[in-house]
């Protein structure tokens, strides 16, 4: 069956047989996903039926996409996007009336990491492909195909477990993917990576996501206005910090209405710099930006484990954690028709808290501040993240 303009088939692949090595990844795969996914579920109080839905669907697609489970016996990179190692990222997100469960995991097809697919990019492909079977997703692929360019055909690669691009790969992510679940429908998100084609060209991460971004189709011409000035940012910035492009993060949904975002990272948790990366050094300077820059200077020392307060030039260092990431992450999303991007920083509070204790602690502490501005409604309070985080923190995850 075509399922997209690329032009690639899918082959239908039957269910594993009891007993086989298929079946026990899957066996362990379903407990793994049902243990962090159903307390979320829970959490985000979806009813039976969707419920049954969601769970129905990870185990018809996302559990085949994962690929198999870790072996001591093969040496071959899992592909991590977890502190511990973990191939998933589960998380619930609170908006004014609504929570929403999401399910984000790295994708690594059966064959990743073989002859036939040396950085496993095709068959993760492939994995991801089959979502669009699902008619509660409403997945469109031609974004996602455009973004294809960003990875050499199996054919070009000459890799070996020694090389130096396999072993600066291999912590890296080739394809991942999350699930929002909301109500009954799902909306899915893919995430591709630039790392490839920089380590073989030279040429650098962010030129690499900003050419692939105005040559989407349909639509990368009206994305060009926000890239302009992302670019012009960049160009002209005189903070000495590491900015650069490790994702882009797009809907799988039609090309007239889904967003993209620029996942980049930063090797710093000063304030100052992070404000410079959030408001372009100045150049998104109204109101709704100077307020959200307000609100995140009074939480920024409890997101940092650092209860007693800090200057806007401390620099927090990190946890020394084997998958630790850089630093904060700032993202970029744009859209169509739209000209200035809409800028989030994501802050991996276990890189810099001493226990996940302190996490929660924290977090009833940012709660209870947002709540008092007035910009945590009282739906979301009520439901479980406010007085009480704590146990709710515990009882989840």
Known sequence: MVLNDSGYKEQVVPAPELQSPEADDFAFWDDYCR??????????????????SHRAFIRKYVIPAIGPRPRPSVAKPRMAIAPHGCPSDPSINFTANKALARFGFAVNGPQSFTAEDPLGVETSYAALAKFARDTDSCVDLRWLDCLMALYPSPDSIHVTADSSLYKNYSRRVAFAAAVDFDGSRRNVKAYVSPFIKHAMTGISENEIVFD???SLQPGGPALRPAIKILEDYLSTR?????LGNQFIGIDCADPSKARVKLYMATNTARFDFIRAAMTLSGRLNDEFTTQGMNILRDIWHLLLDEPEGISDDFNKPRNKLANALPGVFVSYEIRAGVELPDVKVYVPMWLYHRSDEAVAGNLDEIFTRLR????LGKWAWDRGIGEGYQDFFKKTL
Do not use: C
């Open 35 to 52: 243990s962090y996914i159903d307390p979320l579920l829970d959490a985000a109080h979806y009813s039976d039926e969707d419920r049954e």
């Open 212 to 214: 692939a971004i105005k």
């Open 238 to 242: 005189t903070e000495k910090f590491y």
């Open 372 to 375: 008092d501005r007035k910009v």
